[in-house]
């Protein structure tokens, strides 16, 4: 089939699926996302000693968020015409710049231009990370995505406890220690960048049939651009759903049931935690039961859960938060490949614009989140964002993997 024929191109010419090339793309996905998740983890610290408001708060958000992911379909669009393998570490560099300043940033503004640097990072990072899993995934595009995706997850997940042992004990300067994060994530993509390099020269000619894109009807055009556009929309409002707990929740425990910054970070790690775990098991169920009904049921699925979270006690949250995270969570990487077949010829862009272009317009709902909760309070603000995820009813507009296979004949 030719859709066969158009993803086959960008994996190894040997067409087997690199482990470890997967794993260690992974783990530096983690290393990446705990940095920049360390941000907003560190946000009771940054109120504290600078006296930050919500809104405050939300802009920093905003400024990391907006960065590390507008600038990713741009990346993608360029890499996909000329790849670029030491993109990767290059980027982690700014990372490591970003970690330096924040660490000694004595003000808002500072620490503004601190998450700007580790946002560019992050961006440079994302979608070319996506290719080299892509390409690495031989005939396991869904399980590949995992791998990848997996690691950001958990390195999100990391955050709250990373900041418990080092912020909360150390103080802002505490992250300085992450410059030696960053460090590792630079040896071990220099490593990545070398492998990256010979697959391009290895598999020049059939890149060069990749690149011909999507061809079809108008009508098929028409499907594609639609799905795209909705695509985005559903990442979009999950990932304000996303921001508003792991921005503000631990604000909402805090007020409601007097927990300490660390006690409250221990649910924000739960959520992360399970959301890495249903990230993982997301790529091998959507290749077995079907990409689209594994997005439907990651938004409609976890509904009804979150539209509880803010009537019941602190224990039964614990349990609700765990299932939250990994139902909702499950479509991280599946989002992906989804877009990936979509549009098989552009995998650097479709895949800087979901996971990069849809999070930057999360952000901006981190900042109208910040300015809710300073106008309305927290438990009204929780009563919005707990409302999102019912908008995965929109998913039903969205191909099935039939038509996706029509589509690409």
Same mark, same amino acid.
């Given at each position: ?87 990767? @570490? ?36 994302? @979608? ?101 556009? /909705? ?63 594994? /997005? ?107 038509? /996706? ?5």
């Amino acid at each position: 089939m030719q859709l066969q024929q158009k993803q086959v191109p960008i994996a190894s010419p040997e067409q087997k699926t690199m482990y470890n090339i997967l794993l260690i793309i992974g783990f530096v996905h983690l290393l990446n996302d705990a940095i920049q998740a360390v941000v907003p983890a560190m946000f009771p610290i940054l109120q504290q000693s600078m006296g930050l408001t919500f809104t405050q708060l939300g802009l920093i958000a905003f400024a990391l968020n907006l960065t590390s992911s507008i600038i990713q379909p741009v990346v993608g669009f360029y890499t996909d015409k000329k790849p670029s393998p030491y993109a990767l @570490p290059i980027g982690l560099c700014f990372t490591f710049v970003g970690v330096l300043g924040i660490a000694f940033a004595p003000s808002f503004s500072l620490v503004l231009i601190s998450v700007i640097f580790i946002g560019l990072g992050s961006a440079t990072f994302h @979608p070319e990370g996506s290719r080299v899993a892509y390409m690495a995934a031989g005939n396991r595009r869904g399980f590949a995505q995992s791998i990848y995706q997996v690691g950001g997850n958990a390195g999100q997940a990391l955050a709250p406890l990373i900041t418990v042992l080092i912020i909360v004990p150390f103080g802002q300067f505490g992250s300085i220690w992450f410059t030696l994060v960053a460090a590792l994530a630079i040896g071990l993509l220099i490593y990545i960048a070398r492998w990256y390099k010979e697959q391009v020269q290895l598999s020049a000619k059939k890149q060069r049939i990749e690149k011909a894109g999507v061809q079809g009807s108008r009508e098929t055009r028409r499907i594609v651009l639609f799905a795209i556009i /909705l695509l985005v929309f559903l990442v979009f409002a999950r990932s304000w759903f996303h921001a508003g707990i792991s921005n503000f929740y631990v604000f909402y425990l805090m007020e409601q049931f007097n927990f300490s910054v660390e006690k409250a970070l221990i649910y924000i790690f739960i959520f992360l935690g399970a959301g890495a775990v249903g990230t993982l098991a997301g790529g091998p169920l959507a290749d077995r039961f079907g990409k689209r009904n594994i /997005l439907m049921i990651s938004m409609l699925g976890s509904a009804p859960l979150a539209l509880l979270l803010p009537h019941v006690g602190p224990v039964l949250s614990y349990v609700l938060l765990g299932a939250i995270g990994f139902i909702i969570l499950s479509s991280f990487s599946v989002s992906v490949v989804y877009a990936q077949e979509l549009v098989p010829g552009k995998i650097g862009m479709v895949s800087g614009l979901i996971v990069g272009l849809a999070f930057g317009m999360g952000a901006i709902g981190s900042v109208a989140l910040g300015v809710i909760a300073d106008w309305v309070g927290l438990t009204n603000t929780m009563l919005l964002v707990v409302s999102l995820p019912l908008l995965g009813i929109l998913t039903f507009f969205l191909p099935t993997d039939e038509k /996706l296979r029509e589509i690409n004949k």
